[in-house]
């Protein structure tokens, strides 16, 4: 009889076995957990990330003309792709190299960077992941679109539901996004979240067929490829797979896709790295992103290399 | 664990006892033989001090070994500022403040003749090694469960209850206390100079309820694992946020550690019975000796003076009667000045502590702070704030004691459980999940 009387004091054990069992075997019961419990899984900043800018009248042959000067420390990384063009390219530029010509089938092409000012974005795309959220929501451009989010890799770029239409209560695909509006100039930085999968080569293969397909969307935009920024020395000798070893190559591959024509390469790593490589420790708190206050470097440095023809 | 249930009575000390060695050295694979020559010095030592009947003899011993575990204990919290010469970072011992301080405990009390010296190595070292309370207390003395130690029955009620306690725990370290660190993650990512002043309160008294929660929730799955085992250990928190006044609050938080500097130093020292400056005096020496244990870092210092001030005020002012009489004020101060010391708790870069005070108090200028962060936070960590304050009340632990043994009560917290299960789990998958880029 007392045996029986203790039997009561299992019934929390035997709850939470079948409750295990249900929750093993429904797998559709785990995702309404995993749904509840992290919704913010696509996004921890919790950031939508996105904000329909101005309807772009395209600015940006205003602003001073003037090259930026040799001095302006990103400058020479920058045109490391520009070799890779094929046809008789000339890069000239004393001190700095600044500007470049291409000529191929259709005649040359001549360009060179310029300063401009915050409305040269107002026609500008951001696409990206958090780094780009970080730059959208401490820039403060806030007449520019940026279709960025957390943990944002190219193979769900164009995928993921991720951009918000005022009025509406679901969120659209960049893609959707991307044939409805038309940009001038789209800033792309995105392949730190996709180094723990595959490898630098099946990473660019991807990478590649996004930026086809971004020029397809955007045949008249000038595409931005901007070098992934590394990470901490500190960060980067953690051991694990985010490491700027791996950065660097992956920004070696994404530099030859540069045709100076309408895809430019533009690395901001060497004004926010310090001499071991990393991202500078004081400007870092995670290794990985910049403090807000340092945010203005990269926009700046954006704003000092925007692309003039002539 | 299973195999713990099934070994005779006789035989579960050492069953504990090697599970709770295998535990520690899968943390720790070097420093397990720290704790083993520590268990081993003090089981003899104390044995001797039991024995020996000179009085000088019996001091020499004890002060020895006294000083060979403060030693090793200070050795390793300065070590910090010891790099430079030693060349290299050393890492702490998982749990070393915790067992240092309860295998003290068992020192001072056999010296002082409060208890015999326990006869069995094995039931000496499983009091000082149990696994679910190594790594963050409660700090138990060995009066508490030495008689657990020399026989237990674990019935299924125990068990029962002890996996009950277990989950409440777990799901308060899992589900609130990870949730709202996520909050002081991003703010730390952001750079307090780039935060509003709002959110730099949000983030105090978010910071201040993480804290709490991840404490309470493993002390909790301690006490919980505890009864599972056989063993009443104490509690260690006793709704701290509903204090009036500082002094209280401290009463009410970390417990076993209050009391462990209660009993052996500030009592000592003659506590509060020899007029106001020799307790303030005590006070200093308690406080400054509870932020040297948390840590040889100068913020643990500005925090712990700066409790031990208000609690001087509260002392020489008198306003404790005040204050408990008070409905609203002491519950507004206590809320006001406790996040505030947490942030000291939180920051160890006294550049970076400034700058946090200057957001909160307005006298550093932002630079980038982004519009309305605060109502972004809000609406991102509303809902884990809400019941973080529902659990500072006095409510869930009511209506845990009422429902835990009715059907719906323990159909909750089985969901509770497997919810805590997927957390881990997806964690498990991807450790800094919510590091994502």
């Known amino acids: ?310 | 664990m299973l195999g713990y249930y099934l070994t005779p009575a006789k035989a579960k000390n050492f069953v504990l006892l090697a599970g709770s060695l295998v535990f520690y050295t899968c943390g720790e694979p070097w420093y397990v033989l720290l704790l083993v020559m520590s268990v081993l010095l003090n089981f003899y030592s104390a044995k001797m001090i039991d024995r020996i009947k000179v009085q000088g003899d019996r001091r020499a011993v004890f002060l020895m070994t006294l000083f060979v575990d403060v030693g090793i204990l200070a050795f390793f919290k300065l070590s910090p500022f010891m790099q430079k010469w030693m060349g290299g970072e050393i890492a702490l011992p998982l749990g070393i403040s915790f067992y240092t301080f309860q295998i003290l405990s068992y020192l001072i009390d056999v010296y002082r003749r409060e208890i015999p010296a326990e006869k069995s190595l094995i039931s000496f070292a499983t009091y000082a090694v149990m696994f679910p309370q190594i790594s963050s207390g409660p700090i138990v003395y060995y009066s508490e469960i030495s008689g657990a130690l020399h026989g237990r029955r674990v019935t299924l009620k125990d068990l029962d209850s002890g996996l009950k306690t277990f989950v409440y725990g777990l799901g308060m370290k899992i589900l609130v206390a990870d949730r709202l660190a996520i909050l002081w993650h991003e703010l730390q990512t952001t750079g307090f100079v780039s935060i509003s002043t709002p959110l730099a309160w949000l983030g105090a008294f978010s910071y201040s309820m993480q804290l709490y929660f991840d404490f309470y929730g493993y002390s909790l799955m301690a006490v919980g694992l505890g009864r599972m085992l056989g063993f009443k250990l104490p509690q260690n928190f006793n709704m701290p946020y509903m204090a009036k006044s500082i002094r209280e609050f401290y009463r009410r938080w970390h417990m076993t550690l209050g009391r462990w500097f209660q009993k052996y130093i500030y009592i000592p020292l003659g506590g509060s019975r020899r007029g106001l400056a020799v307790t303030l005096r005590n006070l200093l020496i308690v406080w400054l000796l509870t932020s040297f244990w948390h840590g040889a870092g100068a913020h643990f210092f500005f925090w712990g003076l700066g409790l031990c001030l208000f609690i001087m005020l509260e002392r020489i002012m008198d306003m404790g009667g005040v204050l408990s009489r008070s409905k609203v004020f002491g519950h507004l101060y206590v809320l006001f000045v406790v996040p505030l010391t947490w942030v000291c708790f939180a920051i160890p870069d006294l550049g970076d502590l400034r700058t946090y005070f200057g957001r909160l108090f307005g006298f550093v200028a932002g630079v980038n702070v982004k519009a309305g962060d605060f109502l972004q936070a809000l609406q991102n960590y509303g809902l884990y704030l809400l019941v973080g304050v529902l659990l500072c009340t006095p409510l869930p632990k009511k209506l845990f004691e009422r429902f835990k043994n009715n059907f719906f009560g323990m159909v909750i917290l089985a969901i509770l459980f497997w919810m805590c299960v997927d957390r881990i789990y997806s964690a498990g998958n991807n450790p800094f999940m919510y590091l994502r880029f």
Not at chain 1, 62 to 72: L, M, T
Not at chain 1, 135 to 148: I, V
């Open chain 1, 1 to 310: 009889m007392k045996a029986f009387k203790n039997l009561k004091y299992t019934v929390f054990i035997f709850i939470l076995v079948l409750t295990g069992i249900v929750y093993y075997e429904r797998q559709d019961i785990r995702d309404a957990i995993g749904g509840f419990l992290h919704p913010e899984t696509e996004n921890p900043g919790g950031n939508p990330g996105m904000v329909s800018g101005g309807d772009g009248s395209g600015s940006a042959s205003e602003g001073n003309a003037a090259v930026s000067g040799g001095d302006a420390p990103g400058g020479n990384a920058s045109i490391s792709g520009g070799d890779s063009v094929s046809g008789g390219d000339s890069i000239s530029g004393g001190d700095g190299v600044l500007t470049g010509s291409v000529s191929g089938g259709d005649g040359t092409v001549h360009w060179r960077y310029q300063t401009v000012d915050e409305s040269y974005f107002d026609d500008a795309v951001f696409i990206g992941d958090s780094r780009t959220v970080g730059l959208y929501d401490y820039a403060g451009l806030s007449n520019t679109t940026f279709y960025a989010s957390t943990g944002l890799t190219v193979y769900k770029v164009f995928s993921a539901p991720i951009v918000s239409v005022p009025g509406q209560k679901n969120k659209i695909t960049v893609e959707e996004a991307l044939s409805e509006h038309q940009f001038k100039k789209i800033y792309f930085m995105i392949g730190i979240n996709e180094m723990g999968t595959g490898t630098v080569d099946t990473f660019m293969e991807k990478y590649k067929e996004v930026v086809a397909h971004l020029q397809e969307l955007q045949p008249d935009a000038i595409i931005y490829l901007q070098a992934i920024m590394r990470v901490s020395t500190e960060r980067s000798n953690k051991g694990d797979y985010i490491n700027n070893p791996g950065i660097d190559a992956r920004n070696a591959e994404i530099a030859k896709l540069a045709d100076n024509k309408k895809i430019f390469y533009l690395d901001v790593n060497p004004l926010v790295c310090d001499d071991t490589g990393g991202l500078i420790k004081e400007d870092t708190f995670d290794g990985v992103h910049l403090k807000a206050a340092y945010i203005d470097i990269w926009k700046q440095f954006l704003m000092d290399h925007a692309i003039e023809f002539y």
